[in-house]
């Protein structure tokens, strides 16, 4: 099985430039998460998608972030337009069904973004 | 809020030594807890997890005991290999209700990167 698997690997944009980084999560895995690490620091929750809903956003840093889930299967971030502090490592994770202790979030490999 | 402090990296040892890398939180009501390695070029996998206090979590040979009296859960693995090189992540679940949905999302520490030299 196919684990998340996440694309680009690596994008260099410049600052002011708009970037869309997909996630594809684990085949049946109704909850999606993305949470990104900056300058090596702790990684951070952005949102989390149960379907196509957003079920919580809190982490969203600002309105330049947005987030799709198009029919409750891949998800999209989009970067408009990009900041130099957005620069970091974005991950995308999924899990089965509703959130219990046995739902374990697997993640995928990161995206490196690098806004110059 | 909720929040995890991991002990500063990076973290070098010799094959076969002894190693802890503390973790402490903080959260309301009772939080599960978790470690997450990530190695070169990989994403994060689950290393192992922890959901009630006194509860012991251990895999490939590395353990943490949720400590609910001191709000840790350090990481232990009695003889390191070159092989677990990586970043280690701790990390927690609290669990937040709003509409009965319990959200799940992960809360991390900064991480720490361990070098194992032969």
């Known amino acids: 099985e196919a684990g998340v698997t996440q694309f680009p690997s690596h994008s260099v944009i410049e600052k002011g430039q708009t970037v869309t980084l997909r996630c594809d999560p684990i085949?049946?895995?109704?909850?999606l998460y993305w949470y990104r690490r900056v300058m090596g620091k702790e990684i951070k929750f952005l949102l989390h998608?149960?379907?196509?809903?957003?079920?919580?956003e809190s982490g969203m840093p600002n309105n330049r972030f947005l987030a799709e889930r198009t029919g409750g299967t891949y998800s999209t971030l989009k970067v408009q337009p990009a900041e130099l502090e957005d620069s970091g490592v974005y991950f995308c994770?999924?899990?089965?069904?509703?959130?219990?202790?046995?739902?374990?979030?697997?993640f995928g490999p990161g995206t490196r973004l690098t806004v110059l | 809020g909720n929040s995890v402090t991991q002990m500063e990296g990076p973290v070098t040892l010799s094959e076969e030594a002894f190693l802890t890398i503390n973790c402490t939180y903080t959260?309301?009501?009772?939080?599960?807890l978790f470690w997450y390695v990530q190695y070169p070029g990989e994403g994060l996998q689950l290393l192992l997890k922890?959901?009630?206090?006194?509860d012991k979590g251990s895999n490939k040979g590395f353990e943490a005991t949720y400590r609910k009296e001191t709000t840790s859960f350090h990481l232990e693995k009695g003889s390191v290999q070159v092989s677990d090189s990586a970043v280690y992540f701790c990390?927690?679940?609290?669990?937040?209700?709003?509409?009965?949905?319990?959200?799940?999302?992960?809360?991390f520490g900064q991480g720490t990167i361990l070098t194992v030299h032969p």
């Open positions: 959260a309301t009501g009772y939080p599960s």
């Open positions: 922890a959901t009630k206090a006194d």
């Open positions: 994770a999924s899990s089965q069904g509703r959130t219990g202790d046995g739902n374990e979030q697997f």
């Open positions: 998608f149960v379907k196509e809903s957003k079920q919580d």
């Open positions: 085949s049946g895995h109704d909850n």
């Open positions: 990390a927690l679940r609290a669990w937040g209700k709003a509409g009965g949905t319990s959200y799940g999302k992960l809360t």
